[in-house]
């Protein structure tokens, strides 16, 4: 089984915001689940889906955003999902808006929700696909700026972010880590 798991703040003012792109990706790829509806547990909405044959979990934590692993920690334990199958979707100021990198383990590098994941499940070597948000402008404060909705043009860029995450993701499930990094980090 894997657990993949999209972060974001829940609530509708959070909506549509550049914090809440793990939640986007998530969403799209329960588009195409078939695991019915989703369902409360572990302080989170999880959604069954099946590709290449591999069960997978898809979840989004109903804590905020720094509490994320609140949500990830009893469902790893509960599932007994090994920590190489976990993969983590959460937005990066310092990759240019719409570029992704994925990376095997490594640090949370200042994205509180992954920081949060990796101090609870008490390791670095959680999978986590960074999806590109561009950095602040000048003059603004990083919290309103993630805290922000993406502009007009910023909108259909990170459409097809999305949509590339989500592929990455599938890619990840049937192909493996390394497989998806060399395929995804180049673009």
């Known amino acids: 089984m894997k657990l993949i798991v999209g972060l974001g703040n829940p609530g509708k003012q959070y909506e549509n915001t550049r914090h809440n792109i793990g939640f986007a990706v998530i969403a799209e790829l329960a588009k195409q689940a078939t695991g019915g509806s989703p369902r409360a547990k572990f302080d989170g909405e999880w959604i069954e889906a099946t590709w290449g044959g591999q069960k997978c979990l898809l979840g989004k934590p109903l804590t905020f955003m720094?509490?994320?692993g609140m949500c990830v920690q009893p469902a790893r334990d509960f599932f007994k999902v090994?920590?190489?199958?976990?993969l983590v979707l959460c937005d990066d100021l310092a990759l240019p808006a719409g570029k992704l990198r994925m990376r095997a383990q490594g640090s949370a590098g200042g994205q509180k929700g992954l920081d949060d994941i990796l101090k609870r499940l008490g390791t670095d070597a959680i999978c986590r696909l960074r999806i590109g948000i561009g950095a602040a402008p000048p003059g603004w404060d990083a919290a309103d700026y993630v805290l922000g909705k993406f502009s007009g043009v910023e909108s259909d860029t990170m459409r097809m972010a999305v949509q590339r995450a989500a592929e990455a993701v599938v890619d990840w499930v049937?192909?493996?880590?390394?497989?998806?990094?060399?395929k995804y980090n180049a673009g």
């Open 82 to 86: 090994e920590d190489s199958d976990i």
């Open 174 to 182: 049937c192909r493996g880590t390394e497989f998806a990094m060399n």
């Open 66 to 68: 720094n509490r994320s």
